[in-house]
């Protein structure tokens, strides 16, 4: 028996429920209630989890095979007041939610439901595949989020919409939005704003009115702006919760797509075509199906785990397919973080003797009958066949093509992915191919590439069950190998690379998620006295930090903490570091934070928190996208700007 921090991943639809019944008078009751879920204790029983509340109440979690809690109904409480109970709301609100299920996508392919295979549903970063010759990155006028327009001072800067060729299955002169569309629009953006005014932590409300907002959104066909208020929902969780795997910045990056797309769609023109084409592609398409891709010829990568804070746990193998695409097998379900090594273990499926870890450790793999998504995950479905075949070495062909092209090119094509839709993006498109010398820097490693800066390495998991941190400490205590690297470049730590895998020149390959490096490894043991390395990454502008900080405390804190987030003196400072449109974003979002408004009688209310909620958006978006160029700028290195 353990606390409530137990609990099962709930889905979405069920947590959007947990106010459902519950009587006004208890809802302001609720974040107290949530606030004492983790002293509750929690039983796993046959199919069913319960959560006792004290010696006389529990609540009974009925599980569906994949381990997850799929309605509201299915949560049962035995107090005179159920269902309309504060035990009822308070656990579904405090529940972690559930990766969203594959059964659609893979009924419509003829796949059957797989959550032990590489088909399984895989964790809360969205993994998603990539082909390793990934575009450059778009012109400004092809972006995404393009860097608005310098706004006005008054009352706020609305980010503006630049054009995009239409995306796949969009026509280029759509029918006008539905008042059904339009409304959940309206919907979805009211939510964000809430999210904003509160803060990530003030309240359970906003979160669960996010939830209901995403559900009505997806039913009337906005699979976009759904799918980002679900990741908030998701992010919202973790920080209430104080999960260590929480990162503010990919809140804000949620809560900013989100309210940027509901925008979209919201305020389209019905006799703008080219209006009504961009609320079209930000209203997106449903998820990914299954398409089938014959035979594959596949060369074991590496294998990296994967631990959500949404309760899955599991590990990714990650293989390269015939014209440089990559491709995933996957063993990811609900689980405790431990379960990724066990899972790292599982048997490729189709009926290979190989195992995930084998084939990221060197193997090969030929598929037959083999389906694939559009991000390139292989489904493990009833038609798959699959056998052993000889692998490559990361220094032979083909893999060695995956650490040729320089590095400022791969970042380029880092960033450009990060700015796409993260439903739609590939995974493997934030991955780098690095070839460089170990060297150490306050206890720190950083690898010092052939061709390219000194980056910091830091640990993409810290937890305990994971040797992330344990072998990082061990390469900073042996500086001057020579490594060849596979990073991932995170959006908020643009200095650093998450270091996935490495292998030393004989060949010798290390998952360091999974394999714990032994000492004196083969290849791997420093030369003497490496010199140390020239200075790391340029960092961004101090006055540009200072703006993208404000952009963040606004969302942790809300609207009672912006105001003393923006200094009055930051616009100016922003105009005297050559960053115009900073200082633009900046003054809009001091102006609609402290500006007030009198009612009727006179009484000061506060903004138009819908003028405060664009005027952060603007700053936003600019924020994320002066962060992508000044990586690329430092990463190429160069010293002028253009942002």
């Known amino acids: 028996m353990e606390r409530g921090t137990g609990l099962p991943p709930v889905a979405a639809g069920a947590a959007a429920d947990a106010l459902a019944d519950l009587p006004p008078r208890l809802r302001k009751r609720l974040d107290g209630a949530v606030a004492k879920v983790a002293g509750w204790q929690v ?150 704003v809430a999210v904003l005014r509160e803060g990530a932590v003030a309240s359970t409300l906003p979160r669960t009115g996010l939830l209901h907002a995403a559900r009505s959104a997806r039913l009337a066909g906005l699979h976009r702006p759904a ?5 908030a929902a998701r992010r919202l969780g973790e920080a209430r919760a104080a999960e260590p795997s929480f990162r503010l910045a990919e809140l804000v990056d949620d809560l900013a797509e989100l309210l940027d797309l509901a925008r979209t769609v919201r305020d389209a023109d019905p006799a703008d075509p080219a209006s009504r084409a961009a609320a079209h592609r930000a209203a997106g398409e449903a998820r990914r ?43 990811v379900a609900p689980g405790p973080p431990d379960r990724a090594r066990a899972a790292a273990g599982s048997r490729v499926p189709g009926g290979a003797a ?115 941190a344990d072998n990082l400490r061990r390469l900073a205590e042996r500086p001057g190998g020579r490594v060849r690297l596979i990073g991932r470049l ?23 998620g999974l394999d714990r490096l032994p000492p004196g490894a083969a290849g791997l043991t420093g030369v003497a006295a490496a010199p140390p390395p020239a200075p790391p990454l340029a960092p961004p502008p101090v006055e540009w930090e200072l703006l993208s900080r404000a952009v963040g405390r606004t969302v942790a804190g809300g609207r009672a903490l912006a105001a003393a987030a923006v200094d009055p003196e930051l616009p100016g400072r922003l105009v005297a570091a050559g960053l115009p449109t900073a200082a633009a974003c900046a003054r809009a979002l001091a102006a609609a934070t402290r500006a007030r408004r009198p009612d009727r009688l006179g009484a000061m209310l506060p903004a138009d928190p819908d003028a405060f909620a664009t005027a952060w958006l603007a700053a936003a978006l600019y924020s994320a996208a002066a962060a992508r160029e000044f990586t690329a700028t430092a990463w190429a290195g160069r010293t002028s700007l253009s942002v």
């Open 490 to 512: 995170a959006s908020d730590r643009p200095s650093s690379v998450a270091a996935l895998a490495l292998a030393a020149p004989d060949g010798a390959r290390h998952d360091l």
């Open 289 to 331: 199906t299954y398409r089938p891709s014959g035979s594959l010829r596949l060369y074991g990568l590496f294998t990296e785990p994967v631990v959500t804070a949404s309760g899955y746990a599991g590990a990714r193998t990650y293989a390269l397919a015939p014209g440089g695409t990559l491709r995933t097998l996957a063993v």
């Open 354 to 468: 190989l195992s995930l870890r084998a084939l990221g450790r060197g193997a090969g793999l030929i598929a037959t009958g083999a389906t694939v998504t559009e991000d390139g995950r292989i489904g493990g479905g009833a038609g798959l066949r699959t056998v052993g075949a000889g692998g490559a070495d990361w220094y032979a062909e083909p893999l060695d093509a995956l650490w040729r092209r320089p590095p400022a090119d791969q970042v380029r094509a880092v960033l450009a992915h990060q700015a796409a839709d993260p439903e739609r993006r590939p995974a493997g498109s934030d991955l780098l191919f690095l070839d460089g010398t170990v060297a150490a820097r306050g206890g720190r490693p950083v690898l010092v590439p052939d061709d390219g800066p000194p980056v910091l390495l830091h640990a993409p998991d810290e937890r305990p069950e994971l040797t992330y």
């Open 43 to 192: 039983a796993r029983e046959e199919d069913a989890v319960r959560v006792a509340v004290d010696a006389d109440t529990s609540v009974l979690l009925a599980l569906t095979a994949r381990g997850t809690v799929a309605t509201a109904a299915a949560v049962r409480c035995d107090c005179l007041l159920a269902p309309a109970c504060l035990h009822r709301a308070a656990v579904l609100a405090a529940a972690p939610l559930a990766e969203e299920a594959e059964e659609e996508a893979e009924e419509e392919a003829e796949e059957p439901e797989d959550t032990e295979g590489a088909g399984g549903v895989e964790g809360g970063e969205r993994p998603g595949e990539s082909s390793t010759a990934v575009a450059e990155a778009p012109e400004p006028s092809q972006r995404p989020h393009p860097l608005p327009d310098a706004p006005a001072p008054a009352p706020a800067p609305a980010p503006a919409a630049a054009p995009a060729p239409p995306a796949p299955g969009t026509p280029s002169d759509p029918p006008p939005l539905s008042p059904a569309v339009r409304q959940a629009a309206h919907a979805l953006w009211a939510a964000g």
């Open 227 to 231: 799918a980002a208020a679900v990741r």
